[in-house]
């Protein structure tokens, strides 16, 4: 069974702070997405990796597919980036997601 | 249009009620998903159309659950006899190409609440 893993479930940060969110699966994939969901549901996909690391703005995505873990990393964080962070493997035959549960960061000023 | 949209943003229905959901998926998008997603966890797979063709519904929880996609565009997610544990929120996602590694872009949700 594909199972989907993050840490942590809630993460709280001051403005600036340099932030990990991390993500583990459980069996091999083609790629991996990070999406970011603010309050009102909107889903916007960050990235989709499948080796190495991908960065846009102030945000990495790396992945190590021998371990089956991925982080996503914010740098000088900001209180815009307040939302839930989640991860999702491609866990169908036909492409659909799996999804972990979310990790809800709050970006104090 | 620019993004997936879904229709209505926001439902509630006596339990019992029959609801339709909406979504129109971006133009050209041969991949539609719909997922649903409890209070405070992830997104769950339902269902999965290439074109009008429903190549997986798996993830449907029950036979009240059903979906059509007749000509391979906008796609309806149907509720018969909905029960209070149908309250959810349901995303729709399409993608570009066939099956396999693609971004897919989300609609805002409509979000259901059965009384």
């Known amino acids: 069974k594909n199972e989907v893993e993050q840490s942590p479930q809630n993460l709280t940060a001051q403005e600036g702070e340099f932030i990990t969110i991390n993500c583990s699966y459980s069996v091999g994939i083609s790629a991996l997405h990070w999406l970011q969901q603010h309050p009102g549901g909107g889903i916007v996909s960050l990235f989709m990796l499948s080796s190495g690391k991908k960065k846009h703005g102030r945000l990495i995505a790396t992945i190590n597919i021998q371990e089956k873990h991925s982080s996503l990393h914010i740098t000088a964080s900001h209180p815009r980036d307040s939302a839930v962070y989640i991860c999702?493997?491609?866990?169908?035959?036909?492409?659909?997601?799996?999804f972990g549960k979310g990790t809800k960061l709050s970006v104090k000023p | 249009g620019a993004g997936v949209s879904q229709s209505p943003r926001y439902k509630v229905a006596k339990r019992g009620q029959d609801v339709a959901l909406r979504c129109d998926p971006i133009?050209?998008?041969?991949?539609l998903f719909w997922y649903q997603q409890a209070l405070g966890q992830g997104p769950e797979f339902l269902t999965y159309?290439?074109?009008?063709?429903?190549?997986?519904k798996s993830g449907l929880p029950s036979d009240r659950f059903f979906a059509e996609r007749p000509e391979g565009s906008v796609s309806t997610l149907k509720i018969q006899r909905t029960q209070q544990e149908d309250s959810a929120v349901y995303l729709c996602a399409s993608s570009l190409v066939l099956a396999g590694v693609d971004t897919q872009y989300f609609g805002p949700g409509t979000r259901l609440t059965v009384l």
């Open positions: 133009s050209g998008h041969v991949s």
């Open positions: 999702g493997e491609f866990g169908g035959s036909q492409g659909n997601l799996i």
């Open positions: 159309f290439q074109n009008e063709a429903q190549l997986d």
